[in-house]
């Protein structure tokens, strides 16, 4: 059998989009009822009972010794009479540490099952230190050199655009989501919605920031700390006299 020149016209490749990079995170709070004086009328029924209604409309900064108190002495249940729901735009490495976080936290996700993931992904700024040093459990982590930094924005380049390439290409043949996303790197962003109350986010910030105050040492990666330093400042302008007294205590959780 002989075998005949292929004289269809030959495919033409389909144009691929650029990924785009990012070096920070987004943190907004979208919606909250949390204020100091939720503490103070949670911990008052105990002793006041329907009385305790009247916290209310009180001052809560006349009862700061109270927090500070209950924060001392680690009676956390008044702090859980709060709600915080944020939303959080980062890689997907990030929230893979962020789901650890269960006790007080509630979650929902883009998915990359319903709908087509952008190419938005994570590349280092300059100064994030790239070098680890030491044994796990001692070791820290140091600049790295603008070669070292060079290499590291080249290969993420070049990995993230060649796996959404390839993402593309099996969308295009028809290829399910769900199937076409497994290509795409954790450097990818994307974005959720977590609620917690005050007390589950003071245990979240007591892992997830390094902080001079702290009782208890955290180390944790830089890229989950940009977020929950964001998630600290939105909920210190909500709650200033518990986040007062949750630093003047060595930042553990009640």
Not at 61 to 90: C, K
Not at 127 to 152: A, C, I, S
Not at 181 to 204: E, I, K, Q
Not at 225 to 231: D, G, K, L, N, S
Request: overall charge negative.
């Amino acid at each position: 059998m002989s075998l005949q020149p292929d004289t269809q016209p030959a495919t033409q490749a389909p144009e691929h989009e650029p990924v785009q990079v990012r070096d920070d995170v987004t943190v907004e709070l979208v919606r909250h009822s949390a204020h100091d004086a939720d503490v103070l009328f949670a911990a008052r029924v105990s002793t006041a009972g329907e009385a305790s209604l009247e916290e209310l409309e009180k001052d809560a900064s006349r009862s700061q010794g109270l927090i500070n108190y209950l924060m001392r002495d680690r009676h956390g249940t008044p702090f859980e009479h709060n709600s915080m729901t944020f939303f959080v735009s980062a890689p997907i490495f990030v929230f893979r540490e962020f789901h650890r976080h269960r006790a007080g936290f509630s979650y929902n996700e883009e998915s990359g099952r319903y709908r087509e993931l952008q190419p938005v992904f994570y590349v280092p700024s300059p100064e994030r230190k790239l070098v680890q040093q030491g044994k796990p459990g001692r070791y820290e982590f140091v600049d790295g050199t603008p070669e070292q930094h060079d290499v590291v924005t080249r290969s993420m380049l070049a990995s993230y655009q060649g796996a959404y390439d390839a993402y593309q290409d099996m969308l295009a043949a028809g290829v399910a989501r769900e199937v076409a996303r497994a290509v795409l790197p954790v450097g990818l962003f994307s974005s959720m919605y977590a609620t917690c109350n005050a007390r589950s986010l003071m245990h979240f910030l007591s892992l997830r920031t390094k902080d001079e105050r702290a009782t208890v040492p955290s180390f944790p990666q830089r890229e989950i700390e940009m977020v929950a330093e964001r998630m600290e400042s939105l909920w210190a302008g909500l709650m200033p006299l518990t986040h007062a007294a949750f630093n003047a205590h060595g930042r553990v959780a009640p």
